[in-house]
């Protein structure tokens, strides 16, 4: 019988695999969103968080950082910070506004990062990999004075501006605009477009197809998928009916 030896890089690589194909299926800790909205007229909101595991009891830890990835204590504060969440239960998550967001700029949307991070029971056997999965979503803090009626959508006030390679994207809301895809046709998403979130007021350089009829797609408050048909005329597109709604 013949003994097969792996090397340490095809080890490495394989293990990398199997986590890879298997972290889905072990993750426990689950948020009820895929983003999280503060209203400006509110002192805080709660998110809802499942511990999916029937069997075992999680810690559920959980924090902010702003939109660089640094961690925050202010202007917003999540408690509790780490809470125990029971097997197949739900709990909630709290983040509250401090005095500080009155100097947050009221004109526009200001963005930050929730985080929480599930953290597993010990292991009663030896020698077994525990894994501690992360999730992230974006949080906007969305000032009193341009709080929008519900369901209003205002990624048909986009403009595309052609550039070589693409489209210069002006986004002139005062609120955060994810574009996920430009594409040629209604129902197709280019999968090989690099998402952008462009600030309020602001533009971003994406590279895409060249079209006189482009289809963006973007992401709403509820983590929807719009997609809306751009006319050009020159250099400038803009919006017309939605191609498909929300």
């Known amino acids: 019988m013949r003994e097969l030896t792996m090397s340490l890089p095809l080890k490495l690589l394989l293990l990398a695999s199997v986590l890879s194909a298997s972290t889905s299926s072990w993750a426990a800790i689950a948020l009820d969103r ?107 803090y969305r000032p009193a004075a341009i709080m929008p009626e519900r369901f209003t959508r205002w990624d048909d006030q986009l403009i595309l501006h052609r550039v070589s390679g693409g489209f210069r994207i002006e986004n002139p809301t005062p609120y955060y605009m994810t574009v996920i895809s430009i594409s040629g046709a209604a129902k197709k998403i280019d999968h090989d477009f690099k998402p952008v979130m462009i600030p309020p007021k602001s533009s971003a350089t994406v590279k895409t197809i060249s079209t006189s009829t482009p289809y963006v797609t973007t992401i709403n408050d509820f983590g929807g998928k719009p997609t809306l048909e751009y006319r050009c005329s020159g250099d400038i597109c803009k919006s017309i009916l939605p191609a498909s709604k929300a």
Request: hydrophobic fraction near 35%; glycine fraction near 2%.
């Open 34 to 140: 895929t983003r999280a909205i503060f209203p400006g007229n509110e002192k805080s909101i709660s998110l809802t968080v499942t511990n999916e595991n029937k069997q075992k009891p999680y810690l559920a830890q959980a924090w902010l950082e702003d939109k660089d990835g640094k961690k925050i204590s202010s202007p917003f504060m999540v408690t509790p910070p780490v809470q125990r969440v029971e097997p197949g239960k739900k709990s909630m998550v709290r983040i509250n506004a401090l005095p500080d967001t009155a100097s947050l700029p009221q004109d526009r949307e200001s963005v930050y990062w929730f985080s929480v991070r599930e953290v597993p029971p010990k292991s009663d056997r030896a020698n077994v990999l525990q894994v501690a999965l992360q999730t992230r979503i974006k949080l906007f």
